[in-house]
């Protein structure tokens, strides 16, 4: 790691982004932002109870999105209970109230928040997009500057379409060379948080560089710039690049015609001045990244999948040692032991982090023709992500496989929607948070990649999907 300086004359893409935004800002450092994006979902209801005591109305609805993904059903026999239906119509009410525009149960449309805005072309480069819900940092990887933020915010931005930010310190996160075949953007993630732990980037927005970067498609560089937030840092950017521009041009609320190539022009144009410095820099080589797998209960609880376990007996210092010692104990597992060949009970490929197309595809590259040894529900990101798999038939490659095949929603990420993971069973789950009773009370969860999902699918353990992939890529 590198602390390089800062040339006063040179602006980075993050200081270009924090300008452009800039109304004014106090003699304690804090700025107000105006928000060119509000997303809401589910969870906006204390905002709205909030407006509605002060008898204030939404300042911009015609900036702010609802989307209902925590509480969906997903199956289409579901019933939802009482307090799911409430949360649902809840959205529906507030939205249609105040004329904002909602992607809601039954609209075509509808999906989780971070796969839609990107998906409609509502993230945009330049932005600034809040919602409240910390994977908020997904929208980076389009060259938003974008973060989660509280009910409280969610209520100011709704009444004033801006919010009070102190101007955060910028990390490099560099990675150069070219991941290998099996290698995904998850891996490089869960990677990069492994080495530097769960606050590794407290404080700072992370501007993701280098050319194993630049050669993500655009689906890699959300689930990247997702998970930012599990290293600690306030968001995930990387700059528009022609990557960027083809992956958005023609979405539905991208700018079009003469519209279009102004934009373009502009949206380019934000990439950071060279030699402009960072307050810190770190630098990681593509081909030494294996398959990733969490072992504990925090998303730095990481090693490739032909590591073994640690043993908090060799750990010097006691506080980590303890903590290692009581993440291996709810995991139910045993020090030392290699991590390939751990017993699953189930599969959960979906999410914001790892539901888009390209995720299903390569879950069904290692899948097609095979059987899943254990029982699994995929969940596409968005309804159009759905149609569009059904389209390419990989639909019927996971149900061949065994693979429960639902709608969309945030699903088995979290379990609003009840899709849950039952007390001491062990789930190879393509979210973000391996956290105790995150995917239910007394769950275990491991963090991986769809393709490595797959492959636990396929022998019923944790495996190194390189081996089922010999001969497919």
């Known amino acids: 790691m590198t602390v390089s300086r800062r040339p006063a004359d040179k602006r980075t893409f993050f200081d270009k982004l924090w300008d452009l935004h800039r109304i004014l800002t106090r003699d304690d450092g804090a700025t107000l932002l105006w928000v060119d994006r509000h997303f809401i979902h589910e969870g906006s209801h204390h905002a709205f109870a909030n407006l509605a005591a002060r008898n204030l109305p939404v300042a911009h609805p015609e900036l702010t999105f609802g989307v209902a993904d925590h509480y969906v059903p997903t199956r289409p026999d579901a019933v939802p209970t009482d307090s799911i239906a409430r949360m649902i119509l809840t959205l529906s009410e507030n939205t249609a109230r105040y004329g904002i525009t909602l992607f809601g149960r039954g609209d075509p449309r509808q999906g989780i928040v971070h796969v839609v805005g990107p998906e409609q072309g509502l993230t945009l480069p330049g932005l600034l997009v809040v919602c409240g819900d910390s994977h908020t940092a997904t929208h980076g990887a389009l ?162 999948i032909t590591a073994t376990l640690p043993d908090p007996a060799r750990e010097p210092d006691p506080a980590k040692a303890s903590r290692i010692a009581a993440s291996l104990d709810y995991m139910g597992l045993t020090p030392g032991r290699s991590l390939e060949g751990i017993e699953i009970d189930q599969i959960f490929i979906g999410s914001c982090t790892n539901a888009r197309i390209e995720d299903l595809r390569s879950a069904a590259a290692v899948l097609a023709g095979r059987r899943s040894k254990v029982p699994g529900l995929v969940s596409p990101g968005s309804t159009l992500v759905k149609s569009q798999a059904e389209q390419e038939g990989l639909d019927r490659i996971f149900m061949d496989a065994g693979l429960e095949w639902v709608g969309s929603g945030c699903s088995m990420c979290v379990g609003m929607n009840g899709d849950l993971v039952a007390p001491g069973k062990r789930c190879a789950s393509t979210t973000n948070r391996n956290f105790r009773g995150r995917q239910g009370q007394g769950a275990r969860t491991h963090l991986v990649s769809p393709a490595m999902a797959a492959a636990a699918a396929v022998t019923g353990t944790l495996t190194d999907v390189r081996k089922l992939l010999r001969g497919r890529c």
Request: hydrophobic fraction near 40%.
């Open 143 to 304: 060259g938003a500057y974008a973060f989660g933020i509280g009910a409280t915010e969610v209520a100011h931005v709704l009444a004033t379409q801006t919010i009070w930010q102190k101007k955060p310190k910028q990390m490099r996160l560099v990675v150069d060379g070219r991941l290998m075949p099996g290698i995904g953007a998850k891996d490089v993630a869960l990677n990069w948080i492994s080495r530097l732990g769960a606050d590794g980037a407290r404080g700072h927005v992370v501007e993701y560089d280098g050319t194993a970067i630049r050669g993500l498609t655009v689906e890699g560089r959300l689930t990247l710039c997702n998970l930012s937030i599990e290293g600690g840092a306030r968001s995930g950017l990387i700059a528009p690049d022609e990557t960027t521009l083809n992956w958005i041009k023609g979405r539905p609320f991208a700018p079009t015609g003469s519209d279009w190539e102004r934009a373009a022009e502009g949206f380019l144009a934000l990439a950071g001045d060279d030699d402009a410095g960072f307050d810190r820099e770190v630098r990681l080589t593509a081909d030494e990244i294996a398959p990733i797998v969490t072992w504990g209960t925090s998303p730095e609880e990481a090693l490739p």
